[in-house]
């Protein structure tokens, strides 16, 4: 059967920006697929989803977005269990590895890209279908980084640029659906933890500009970029297809409520 709710599909669903996003969609009505690697973690934002909803439904699947066969799954879950995909928020991603250009190894960056760029590839491909079927959206989570470099995170800036790029494209030639990628903002999340920790193999200015963002209260709550994720796969503006845009910009002023 399918669902009178929209269905949503987010990926790195178990905390930070996509566990925000999940809980956001839920109270906006739609039926929600979690995607990510902690099942615990999952879990309980299914109760968070449901507390936050009671008329919506939740479903997960815990597995790697760099894995085709897990991709699959998870939307084949969404169109066994719902019926239709109607919104799709690409947010998993890494920073790893760190350190300069010169000294990455091709595997390490190609494992990189292999998350951060390639699963959204295919994931977006095989939901494609559904998406053009229900006019739907895509939301890419980027980065400020995307075009600004930060020394010492080379594969991060490298790969969200060209995530940039590959909304572009999409919005070029599946013109059905609706394609963004957001700057969600200098996020309180685990990501920046580590950006502030002394493990982080990250230049001393650039670690000393994360541990002011946090010291000088800079951080936005991950419910910020959540709602604004959620409001966008509601009713983003098809004239916003295939555009990179910061979440405080003019153009997302009406999906900040």
């Known amino acids: 059967m ?28 739609y039926n929600v697929v979690g995607f990510a690697r902690s099942e615990p973690e999952l879990i309980s934002v299914g109760k968070d989803c449901e507390a936050a909803n009671p008329n919506t439904q939740y479903a997960y699947f815990s597995g790697d977005v760099s894995n085709n066969g897990d991709c699959d799954s998870t ?9 239709r995909i109607d919104a799709l928020v690409n947010n998993a991603a890494v920073v790893e590895p760190n350190g300069e250009l010169a000294g990455y190894s091709k595997a390490d960056f190609a494992r990189h890209f292999d998350i951060n760029l390639f ?6 491909q095989i939901t494609l279908p559904e998406l053009i079927k229900a006019k739907g959206k895509v939301i890419n989570i ?5 075009t600004n470099f930060l020394k010492t995170s080379g594969a991060y800036c490298c790969s969200k640029a060209a995530l940039n790029m590959m909304t572009t494209g999409f919005a070029a030639e599946v013109p059905e659906v609706t394609f963004l990628a957001l700057r969600p903002g200098v996020v309180d999340t685990d990501m920046q933890k580590s950006a502030r920790s002394s493990r982080y193999a990250t230049a001393p200015e650039v670690r000393k500009m994360f541990v002011s963002f946090k010291e000088n209260g800079v951080l936005l709550d991950p419910n910020t970029p959540g709602s604004i994720i959620a409001n966008m796969c509601k009713r983003l503006d098809h004239n916003l297809s295939g555009k ?9 002023a009406p999906y900040r409520s």
């Open 244 to 252: 990179f845009l910061s979440w405080d910009s003019a153009e997302l």
């Open 142 to 146: 980027s980065s400020g980084s995307a």
């Open 2 to 29: 399918t669902s009178t709710n929209p269905v949503a599909i987010v990926t790195g669903a178990s905390k930070g920006i996509g566990k925000a996003a999940c809980i956001n969609l839920a109270k906006l009505g």
């Open 119 to 124: 699963s959204i590839l295919y994931l977006t």
């Open 75 to 83: 939307v084949e879950l969404a169109i066994k269990k719902f019926g």
